[in-house]
């Protein structure tokens, strides 16, 4: 029965007849035959009294075919199936084709067997067992790093997890001592820099109190000195000194030692006025004054510097609630500040003005 004319045809003298006669069943090797397509041919027999009865089958190889490529796993795994004679009973993946002999002689080994051999230079994992009812071998071939990776991994992942663990251990509390050490530095840092500020405020404070001082000691003889030139002045008006050859210079000294003694009892005004430290006080105060006696402090300044202060006051300007001391501060800074921008050859111009609420 089958697809193939095989009435007539007196199979007597073949081999798988022969044997199949005298042991009951028969499985032959894969062969192409006369199909030209590679199978299997299973033969077993059946005695009822006298007469003997043969039941044949040709089996292609596709299905076991499928079932040992089921096998070869990852990318470099193989499996087959091998005769006695080291011939493939099914394709290869790398090692060569059906029905070719392997150039390994796997028949060497003997019963169902896992080993690590090398093969062309490879080391690889090489697992060979005999079936129960046919004399074919099975091997399956892999390559041992590809199937020990998972076991690398994680060896390399216990690794990692103990060194990331150690170095946990032993750079995080290095890590926060940098941390701390380093913040204690800055704060040493600011620390040092609030103390040469106090440092040096206390020394403003100082020379404040010094030039105050100075202010005081400056008055008493300036206020002499004036007492004087008006004594001088007195003398001056009466007629017979009127009548000297030398009145006109007498006179002129006098008034220019009147001038400059002003001049220096202005000056120690206004170093007293800016020297003198008080706590802040709520009063009305002229911002027209205040610049106008800020600006008079750098007036040996700025000419050294050929820089030129000009006012614009906006009169009159309404008067306000501060503390004229704090202020004159602020004014000096910011005409300090434009100074030491301009350097030199300039000019600054200081306005004032107001903007109506209503």
């Known amino acids: 029965v089958g697809p193939y004319n095989l009435k007539g045809v007196n199979y007597r003298n073949e081999t798988w007849f022969h044997s199949v006669m005298l042991r009951g069943a028969y ?23 006298e007469r003997s009865w043969i039941l044949r089958a040709s089996i292609d190889t596709d299905l076991f075919e499928t ?3 089921a096998a070869q796993l990852g990318e470099k795994g193989d499996a087959f199936l091998l005769n006695r004679d080291n011939v493939f009973q099914t394709t290869p993946r790398f090692e060569g084709k059906l029905l070719d002999r392997a150039q390994i002689n796997f028949n060497k080994y003997e019963g169902a067997r896992v080993e690590s051999t090398d093969i062309r230079g490879q080391n690889a994992l090489l697992a060979t067992t005999w079936l129960k009812n046919k004399d074919w071998m099975l091997v399956i071939k892999e390559d041992t790093r590809e199937e020990l990776m998972p076991l690398v991994y994680a060896r390399f992942l216990a690794v990692w997890v103990i060194f990331g663990g150690i170095a946990v251990i032993v750079g995080g509390p290095v890590f ?3 941390l701390m050490t380093g913040q ?5 840092r600011q620390k040092a820099v609030l103390d040469a500020n106090l440092e040096q405020s206390s020394k403003m404070a100082a020379l404040g109190k010094l ?16 007492e004087k030139v008006g004594w001088a002045k007195d003398l001056l008006a009466e007629e017979d000194i009127q009548q000297s050859e030398n009145f006109k210079e007498f006179l002129d000294a006098v008034e220019k030692i009147d001038q400059h003694v002003e001049r220096a009892k202005n000056v120690t005004h206004r170093l007293l006025g800016f020297a003198r430290r008080m706590e802040p006080v709520q009063e009305e105060v002229d911002i027209n004054k205040i610049l106008t006696e800020t600006t008079a402090l750098f007036s040996n300044e700025s000419r050294f510097r050929n820089i030129s202060i000009f006012t614009e006051f906006t009169e009159p300007l309404p008067r306000t609630v ?3 001391s704090q202020l004159q501060q602020v004014f000096l800074n910011i005409i300090n500040n434009a100074i030491d921008a301009i350097d030199k050859d300039g000019r600054i111009t200081v306005t004032t003005g107001y903007i109506s609420a209503s």
Do not use: C, T, Y
């Not at 030209?36 to 033969?43: D, E, L, N, R």
């Not at 204690?184 to 040493?188: A, F, M, N, R, T």
């Open 27 to 49: 499985v032959s090797d894969v062969f192409m035959g006369v199909r030209k397509f590679p199978h299997i041919i299973i033969a077993v027999l059946r005695r009822e009294g």
């Open 67 to 69: 079932m040992v490529k």
């Open 176 to 178: 926060m001592a940098r």
């Open 184 to 188: 204690l530095i800055q704060s040493e």
């Open 211 to 226: 030039a105050a001082g100075i202010a005081h000691e400056v008055n008493n003889p300036l206020a002499v000195i004036k």
């Open 322 to 324: 501060s503390d004229s």
